[in-house]
């Protein structure tokens, strides 16, 4: 009986000793934070929502997951370090663009003329409706002040703009000094005297090796560059992907490269050193395509009021083939009225020279070889002279008015209009490209200025059409004696055997005979 009583007294607690219990478990843990209580009273819950199937076996790994779901939301106190932008970049290179140099001469700077002002340019293209912007105007105004002054240019204009599919070019235009022309001619002909030497190397390695069968093609001949300063490579051209950043002198333009350039049509990538895949196949990178196309953009879309330039003063009556490129600005000009300017075409004229269809801008004899004089070599043998002789290719003129320019499809080469209708009397003569989409000249009075602004295409039409590739060329020539003709049977065989040995016995009967008659005679 009292035995009884004392089992019955130890399963019933106290309250004291139960209070005493959940004190314990409200205890929390030094390493955790968490205490026996919270803990089984939330797995008791996922327990009762998730009414898994063997609970006791799964106990210890639910006791686990509600452990892990509670640091799961918890954030740590410490930040993460900002992460700096592309932007930000950007503006801590430009900061060098607003520094202004310790020691300036006021007064040089402001008779210096060098660079012409953008941010005026800037405000007449607003005008016009067309250009990059205040903003970027005068950071690129910045860029050309830095740029000038690394390289001692003489002279230094904002071409345009031409946008790629991942960054843009900035260009900018420069006139070669005396020092820079005879740098980049010696640059070039050592890079020419050292291609030849590599292909004498070749020639003698192949020489020293078996011989092999040898092409007799004959590759047309190559028309020579135009020399430094002159046609197309009268000006020096330098990008740049953003005011701030390096600028990019580019290379020197060949014949081949702008003929193939006309024939292919591709979007710029923004990468100088990306490599140009085409049909035809270019000579060069992206580098030596942007070059080609800033060549021909500039000799279709550079243009000036008529009477702004005149011809240059030449020596002697002979018109020289290098200097037709000549002008000077004329000090008689007094502007034209805006309004004819916008009306009539005749106005304006072109100041760069065209590019023939040799890709240069003076054609040149490629029969004749350089350093031959071809009237000696006509005198001393006059028959070997080819009949055919090619005829020069003329190209219009220097200052030709836009007005001769040819239509596309039917449509008018270019447009023109007043900057503003509302307001005439301080308008502005615009003049827009519809062959070079991007190309805009302005002219007010005495002041004139042209820019690119585009992705650097021409206009072709409804679509681009690629050219096809020519047909593959004859493996050998054709003849009877490399026919291929049917074997004969063996009776044909026997047949013409003894039809030999018939002929030759009547020779032989032919030679006895007259071999009798002249014994008897």
């Given at each position: 009986?009292?035995?009884?009583?004392?089992?019955?007294?130890?399963?019933?607690?106290?309250?004291?000793?139960?209070?005493?219990?959940?004190?314990?478990?409200?205890?929390?843990?030094?390493?955790?934070?968490?205490?026996?209580?919270?803990?089984?009273?939330?797995?008791?819950?996922?327990?009762?929502?998730?009414?898994?199937?063997?609970?006791?076996?799964?106990?210890?790994?639910?006791?686990?997951?509600?452990?892990?779901?509670?640091?799961?939301?918890?954030?740590?106190?410490?930040?993460?370090?900002?992460?700096?932008?592309?932007?930000?970049?950007?503006?801590?290179?430009?900061?060098?663009?607003?520094?202004?140099?310790?020691?300036?001469?006021?007064?040089?700077?402001?008779?210096?003329?060098?660079?012409?002002?953008?941010?005026?340019?800037?405000?007449?293209?607003?005008?016009?409706?067309?250009?990059?912007?205040?903003?970027?105007?005068?950071?690129?105004?910045?860029?050309?002040?830095?740029?000038?002054?690394?390289?001692?240019?003489?002279?230094?204009?904002?071409?345009?703009?031409?946008?790629?599919?991942?960054?843009?070019?900035?260009?900018?235009?420069?006139?070669?000094?005396?020092?820079?022309?005879?740098?980049?001619?010696?640059?070039?002909?050592?890079?020419?005297?050292?291609?030849?030497?590599?292909?004498?190397?070749?020639?003698?390695?192949?020489?020293?090796?078996?011989?092999?069968?040898?092409?007799?093609?004959?590759?047309?001949?190559?028309?020579?560059?135009?020399?430094?300063?002159?046609?197309?490579?009268?000006?020096?051209?330098?990008?740049?992907?953003?005011?701030?950043?390096?600028?990019?002198?580019?290379?020197?333009?060949?014949?081949?490269?702008?003929?193939?350039?006309?024939?292919i049509c591709k979007f710029f990538t923004g990468r100088l050193d990306t490599p140009v895949v085409s049909y035809?196949?270019?000579?060069?990178?992206?580098?030596?395509?942007?070059?080609?196309?800033?060549?021909?953009?500039?000799?279709?879309?550079?243009?000036?009021?008529?009477?702004?330039?005149?011809?240059?003063?030449?020596?002697?009556?002979?018109?020289?083939?290098?200097?037709?490129?000549?002008?000077?600005?004329?000090?008689?000009?007094?502007?034209?009225?805006?309004?004819?300017?916008?009306?009539?075409?005749?106005?304006?004229?072109?100041?760069?020279?065209?590019?023939?269809?040799?890709?240069?801008?003076?054609?040149?004899?490629?029969?004749?070889?350089?350093?031959?004089?071809?009237?000696?070599?006509?005198?001393?043998?006059?028959?070997?002279?080819?009949?055919?002789?090619?005829?020069?290719?003329?190209?219009?003129?220097l200052l030709t008015p836009l007005s001769q320019d040819a239509d596309i499809l039917n449509s008018p080469p270019?447009?023109?209009?007043?900057?503003?209708?509302?307001?005439?009397?301080?308008?502005?003569?615009?003049?827009?490209?519809?062959?070079?989409?991007?190309?805009?000249?302005?002219?007010?009075?005495?002041?004139?200025?042209?820019?690119?602004?585009?992705?650097?295409?021409?206009?072709?039409?409804?679509?681009?059409?690629?050219?096809?590739?020519?047909?593959?060329?004859?493996?050998?020539?054709?003849?009877?004696?490399?026919?291929?003709?049917?074997?004969?049977?063996?009776?044909?065989?026997?047949?013409?055997?003894?039809?030999?040995?018939?002929?030759?016995?009547?020779?032989?009967?032919?030679?006895?005979?007259?071999?009798?008659?002249?014994?008897?005679?």
């Open positions: 009986m009292d035995a009884n009583v004392g089992n019955r007294d130890s399963r019933h607690q106290s309250p004291l000793q139960a209070a005493s219990l959940k004190a314990f478990m409200l205890k929390n843990s030094s390493r955790s934070s968490l205490n026996l209580y919270d803990h089984l009273t939330r797995l008791l819950i996922k327990v009762m929502d998730e009414h898994p199937d063997d609970v006791v076996d799964v106990f210890e790994e639910m006791s686990h997951d509600v452990k892990q779901g509670l640091f799961e939301g918890v954030q740590s106190s410490l930040q993460d370090l900002p992460q700096t932008s592309a932007a930000e970049l950007l503006a801590e290179q430009q900061r060098s663009l607003f520094s202004q140099p310790e020691e300036v001469d006021q007064e040089d700077e402001m008779v210096e003329t060098t660079l012409p002002n953008v941010n005026e340019i800037g405000f007449y293209l607003e005008q016009a409706g067309v250009g990059l912007g205040r903003e970027e105007m005068q950071r690129i105004f910045l860029a050309l002040k830095h740029l000038v002054e690394l390289q001692a240019l003489q002279r230094c204009r904002l071409w345009g703009k031409i946008l790629g599919t991942e960054s843009n070019y900035i260009v900018a235009e420069a006139e070669y000094a005396e020092g820079d022309m005879e740098h980049e001619q010696s640059a070039e002909e050592a890079l020419e005297e050292e291609e030849e030497r590599e292909a004498e190397i070749q020639e003698s390695e192949a020489k020293e090796m078996d011989p092999l069968p040898r092409s007799v093609y004959k590759p047309p001949p190559m028309v020579p560059k135009e020399a430094i300063g002159t046609g197309a490579n009268k000006f020096v051209y330098y990008v740049c992907k953003e005011p701030g950043l390096p600028w990019v002198k580019l290379p020197s333009v060949s014949p081949a490269q702008i003929n193939v350039a006309r024939q035809p196949p270019f000579s060069g990178n992206e580098a030596n395509y942007l070059r080609a196309q800033i060549a021909r953009i500039s000799a279709g879309t550079q243009v000036s009021p008529q009477g702004f330039y005149q011809a240059g003063e030449e020596e002697g009556d002979e018109e020289d083939e290098a200097s037709r490129d000549s002008y000077e600005v004329n000090p008689d000009f007094e502007g034209i009225p805006v309004g004819e300017m916008a009306e009539s075409l005749s106005s304006w004229v072109h100041h760069v020279q065209h590019i023939l269809q040799q890709g240069r801008c003076t054609w040149v004899n490629l029969a004749v070889k350089p350093g031959e004089d071809s009237t000696e070599e006509a005198e001393a043998d006059e028959k070997e002279e080819e009949p055919d002789e090619p005829e020069p290719e003329v190209g219009p003129p270019w447009s023109s209009k007043l900057s503003s209708t509302l307001t005439s009397q301080h308008a502005i003569a615009v003049l827009r490209s519809n062959l070079w989409p991007g190309a805009y000249a302005y002219a007010c009075g005495k002041k004139f200025e042209n820019i690119y602004v585009g992705w650097g295409l021409k206009y072709v039409g409804e679509g681009y059409s690629p050219p096809v590739p020519p047909l593959p060329q004859a493996e050998y020539s054709s003849g009877p004696e490399i026919t291929e003709a049917l074997d004969p049977s063996l009776e044909d065989e026997q047949a013409m055997k003894e039809a030999l040995e018939e002929q030759q016995a009547a020779q032989e009967e032919m030679e006895e005979e007259e071999e009798e008659e002249e014994e008897d005679d």
